[in-house]
C-alpha cells in the first residue's frame, strides 16, 4: 500500500465547528464538532476524492506555507 501525505488547512468557524480542506485535492473538505471527528472524516474524504479524481503522481504540490492578508475595504 502506498503512503501519501496531504496537507490540510483547518479553520473553527464562529459557532466552534472545525473546517477541514485539501487544497491539493479541489472540493475535498469536511467539518467536525471536534478534532478528533474532523481528522477521522478528513482521512475519510481524501479517499473518497483520490477515487473520484485520477491524481497525476507527476503533479507533486509542496506546502510552502499560509500567507494571510487583510484588507480595508
Do not use: W
Request: glycine share 4%.
Amino acid at each position: 500500500m502506498e503512503k501519501r501525505r496531504f496537507t490540510v488547512i483547518i479553520e473553527q468557524d464562529e459557532d466552534g465547528m472545525y473546517l477541514a480542506l485539501v487544497p491539493a485535492l479541489p472540493g475535498c473538505h469536511t467539518q467536525a464538532n471536534n478534532l478528533n471527528d474532523l481528522d477521522s472524516r478528513i482521512k475519510e474524504a481524501i479517499k473518497l476524492c483520490l477515487e473520484k479524481q485520477d491524481i497525476d503522481d507527476d503533479k507533486n504540490i509542496s506546502f510552502v506555507g499560509i500567507h494571510v492578508v487583510e484588507l480595508c475595504l
